[in-house]
């Protein structure tokens, strides 16, 4: 189907873990976003991508990685899982820099215990 | 910085009722400003987008404006329907990486 997919949709994994959260559109939009929302703060930027291959931190980059390799995906990596990562990530993408609205997917909703 | 502001919080009507939501932005220096629906536990849909060329968009029952020099936009929803119930968000885009969101306002429609 088109559009913008996140998997898995519930996650839970343990402190110190690694986990990867995965993102895929079918547009080839240039822009690629990750989002985390968290009650009281709502949506916060994690990461950003231009293209593939470039990528560039949002306000909230601190213990994420992120790679696009291809221009439909655009995966998250929390390199060792704390409890408060714990939070519903959405990943978005844009078709261009200026005009273009953005597209959020489902959400992966992640506990980490 | 943007800062985002939407008003009332939370709002409750019966059913059949026209209302408005209103989100107010502090930069005029935006590309556009863009109207998202999130039900509980949900993604955001995006329900309208206004370029900052224009001054409203119209889909269905749902009207948004945009006065970007004054900094505000509103969302006019007709004859309000239970399933209009959720949060509804707006967020305007100043730049490739910059969205900026504003709090939000739950709505709900009493059958």
């Known amino acids: 189907d088109a559009g913008i997919t996140q998997s898995p949709r519930y996650k839970i994994t343990e402190t110190g873990r690694q986990v990867t959260l995965m993102c895929h559109q079918t547009?080839?939009?240039?822009?690629m976003f990750w989002y985390r929302q968290d009650l009281g703060h709502g949506l916060r930027l994690i990461y950003y991508s231009a293209a593939a291959d470039i990528t560039d931190k949002g306000e909230v980059p601190d213990g994420y990685v992120v790679s696009r390799s291809k221009t439909e995906n655009f995966p998250l990596t929390l390199e060792s899982a704390t409890r408060s990562q714990t939070s519903v990530y959405f990943c978005?993408?844009?078709?261009?820099?200026?005009?273009?609205?953005?597209?959020f997917g489902s959400g992966t909703r992640l506990t980490v215990v | 910085k943007q800062e985002v502001t939407q008003i009332p919080a939370a709002l409750s009507v019966p059913e059949g009722e026209n209302l408005v939501l209103n989100c107010s932005f502090t930069d005029s220096a935006i590309y556009n400003l863009q109207w998202f629906r999130q039900d509980p536990g949900k993604g955001l849909t995006s329900l309208l987008l206004i370029q900052s060329s224009q001054r409203e968009q119209t889909s269905g029952r749902l009207n948004a404006s945009l006065d970007k020099s004054s900094g505000r936009s509103t969302l006019y929803i007709a004859a309000s329907q239970p399933g209009d119930s959720a949060t509804y968000l707006c967020a305007v885009k100043t730049g490739a990486n910059n969205l900026f969101f504003g709090t939000g306002t739950r709505l709900t429609v009493i059958p």
């Open positions: 547009w080839s939009h240039s822009y």
């Open positions: 978005a993408s844009s078709e261009s820099a200026g005009g273009g609205g953005y597209t």
